[in-house]
């Protein structure tokens, strides 16, 4: 079992930076992959980004956050970020953490997860 912890959320201003942290503990394996969510009021959740530890540390972005946004994690890989700049208010949102074991490449599937976080709110004014 694996447990997802994420913090960083908050309220800014357009154009400004927020930085989402997401820690793992529990059954991890020796590669994993990390990706970040996004749900809006009335919409379904999108992939935002995501990484894979082994290997290169494949990264993937969805088009809408390319160049904004930064997937990385920690030297011990148990902590994923997301930094996130010059943010757009298209980018509110609740923002998850998510988690698959192993050495499948979950990059931005969804259905690819295993395990979520609990979800923190991000929320960016014109």
């Known amino acids: 079992q694996v447990q997802l912890v994420e913090s960083g959320g908050g309220s800014v201003q357009a154009g400004g930076s927020l930085v989402l942290s997401c820690a793992a503990s529990g059954s991890l394996d020796r590669t994993n992959s990390f990706g970040w969510f996004r749900q809006a009021p009335g919409q379904e959740r999108e992939a935002v980004a995501a990484i894979f530890t082994g290997g290169n540390g494949r990264r993937v972005y969805v088009d809408s956050v390319k160049g904004r946004f930064t997937i990385s994690t920690d030297s011990a890989k148990n902590t994923a970020f997301l930094q996130m700049h010059s943010l757009k208010p298209e980018d509110t949102a609740v923002y998850y953490c998510?988690?698959?074991?192993?050495?499948?490449?979950?990059?931005?599937?969804?259905?690819?997860?295993?395990?979520w976080g609990q979800g923190t709110q991000v929320t960016v004014s014109s």
């Open positions: 998510a988690l698959r074991a192993g050495t499948v490449v979950a990059g931005l599937t969804e259905k690819y997860y295993h395990y």
